[in-house]
C-alpha cells in the first residue's frame, strides 16, 4: 500500500530546473539591453498565460470527467463576441470583460447538462466527437452571426498607452492581460486548495465514484467543474479578441497550442498546464525573434524534445497542485 | 423484524448479462452487527455495492429505515445514515489525513465529528497532516473507518476490513468495530474470513454463487466449525 514515489521529486527538481533556467535567460537577456529580445520574452509570457489559462480548463474538464473538450476554443470565441457585441452597443469595456464570460458559463453549463453529461459514463471519443462536431457548428453560426471577417475590437482607452517598466517600455493591454491572467491562475490555486469545494473536486479527479460514496453529489461536482474551465476560456477569449483579433475560427487557434501545452505540462496536472504554457509562450516568442518562418513550429519540436526525455510530460505525475 | 434498519427483499443485481445476486434478502436490525460471508466472487460485494447504489439493483427493494432507497443516487443513500467502508480502503491518496475526514462531512449532525473521530482514533490525530498515500495498510483501515463515521452513519458498510493486513493490525481493526456496535452503530460486515467476523457478528448470512445459503445466528455457526467449512467451500462439498 505505501507507495514510494519518485517522480514527485524528479518532478520538483525539473520545476527547479526549469524556473531557473527561465531566471538565468531572463537576467541575461535583460543585462544585454537588448530591448528586442526582452520585449519578445514579455511578449511571450503574455503568450504563454493565455496558453496556460486555456490549458488550465481543458485540464480541469479532462482531469474530472474525462472530456477532451474540443469546443473549448469556439467558448472563448463566443466570449469574445459577446463582449464585441456589447461595447460595440456601447457598454463599458470592464462591464463586458466580467458579463460576456458569464453568458458563455451559461451556455456552457447548457450544453454540459444536455449534450455531455450523458456521455460521462461512455468512452472519451464520444465526448471528443461531440464537441468537435459543435465546434464546427458554432464556427459557421458565428461565420453567420458577425461574417467571415475579423471584426474590430480595441481595448479601452484607459488601457492603450505604454508603460514605462524602466528598461523598457511595454503596451498597458498586455501588461493588463497578463496581470489578469496571473491573478486568474491564482485565484483557480486558492479555490482548489483553500475551499471545501475545491477538496471535493480534486478527491472527484482521484476517484470520483468513492466521493459520492461519501454523500458528495458528483453531478454538481461537474457542472461547476465545467463552468469553472469554461469561465476561463471566457475571460481569457474577451482578452484574446482585445489582442489577437476576433474571427469564427479565433478561439480555435489557440486551441491546439493549448493541448501542445496539456501534453508538455504533463496530463492530470494543473501546476503542468501553468509551466507548459510558459515555455510554450517563450517558445514561440523567441523563435519569432530568431527564425520567423518556425515560430509556427517551435511548439512541436519543444513537445518532441520533452516527451522523449519525459514521456508522461513534466510533471505528468503529480496531483493536484499536489 | 418489520423496524429493521435494513430490509432488503428479492435482490438481483446484474452485471451487464451476467447475473450476480439472484433474490438476495437480508435485513440488518438497529445497533446489529451482520456478517455477509462467503467465497470470492460470491456476490459479497456487489450486495453492499448494491446497497449504497454504486452498482444499481435491476429488481429489487432496498428499504432504509423504511424508506425505499433503490434506484436512489449513492449521494443521497449516503446522507441518509450509510456509511461505506470499501475494500482496499479506497484512501484519497493525495489528500491528507484530515482531508480525507473533511470530505465525508456532508451535513449529517450527530455525535461524531471530526474532533471527536481523532480523539476516538488517536493514530490518525498523529497522522493528520501525512498524505494517506504515505500512511500502512492499518493506518488507511483507520482512516476508512474514521471517514465513514464522520458521516454520522446509523449503518457501516464494512467491506474486508481485515484484507492485506498483519494478525496484530487485525485485531486492532476489529476491536474499533467492536467499539462502534457498542456505540449502537449498526454494521453490515463483509468478510473473507469468516470466524473473524462471527466472533462479533450477532447473525450472519452466507453467500454461494449468487444466492443466500446460510441465515442465522452468528454463534450457531461460529459453533459449527465443520459447517463454516462447508459453507466456505473450504472443502467439497454440495450445499
Known sequence: MQTARPGSTIALRLAAIVVGLGALLAIVFLLSKNGQVSTQLFNGLVLGAFYAIVALGLSLIMNLTGTINMAHGSFMTLSGYLAFAMVSRGTNFWFALIVAPLMTVIVGVLVERTLIRPLYQKEPIYSLLLTFGLSLMAEEIYHIIWGANGVPFSPPPSLAGTVGLGFMSFPAFRLFIALVLLLMIAAIALFLTRTRFGLRLRAAVQDSEMIAALGTNTQVLYMVNFALGIFLAGVAGVLAAGLLGLNPTSGNTLLMPAFVTVIIGGMGSLFGSIVGGVLVGLATSLTTLWIPAASEVAMYALMAIVLTIRPRGLFGEEGLFG | ?239
Request: include cysteine.
Open chain 2, 1 to 239: 423484524m418489520s423496524s429493521a434498519l435494513l430490509e432488503v427483499e428479492n435482490l438481483n443485481t446484474n452485471y451487464g448479462k451476467i447475473s450476480i445476486l439472484r433474490d438476495v434478502s437480508l435485513t440488518v436490525g438497529a445497533g446489529e452487527v451482520v456478517a455477509l460471508l462467503g467465497l470470492n466472487g460470491a456476490g459479497k460485494t456487489t450486495t453492499l455495492r448494491s446497497i449504497l447504489g454504486l452498482t444499481p439493483p435491476r429488481s429489487g427493494s432496498i428499504r432504509f429505515e423504511g424508506q425505499e432507497v433503490a434506484g436512489r443516487a449513492p449521494y443521497q443513500i449516503a446522507r441518509l445514515g450509510v456509511g461505506y467502508v470499501p475494500e482496499g480502503r479506497r484512501m484519497f491518496k493525495d489528500l491528507t489525513t484530515i482531508e480525507n475526514l473533511q470530505l465525508a462531512e456532508n451535513g449529517r449532525a450527530g455525535e461524531w465529528t471530526i474532533a471527536r473521530v481523532l480523539e476516538h482514533l488517536p493514530k490518525l490525530a498523529e497522522l493528520r497532516n501525512r498524505k494517506a498515500g504515505r500512511l500502512s495498510g492499518g493506518e488507511q483501515e483507520m482512516l476508512a473507518i474514521g471517514r465513514a463515521l464522520v458521516s454520522n452513519p446509523r449503518l457501516l458498510l464494512v467491506d474486508e476490513p481485515s484484507q492485506g493486513l498483519g494478525p496484530l493490525i487485525v485485531e486492532e481493526v476489529y476491536k474499533i468495530l467492536g467499539e462502534l456496535k457498542a456505540h449502537g452503530v449498526a454494521i453490515l460486515l463483509v468478510e473473507q474470513n469468516a470466524l473473524l467476523a462471527l466472533k462479533i457478528a450477532d447473525r450472519a448470512y452466507v453467500l454461494d454463487c449468487c444466492k443466500l445459503v446460510y441465515s442465522g445466528s452468528a454463534a450457531d455457526l461460529r459453533a459449527d466449525r465443520e459447517r463454516v467449512r462447508t459453507l466456505m467451500g473450504l472443502t467439497e462439498v454440495t450445499v
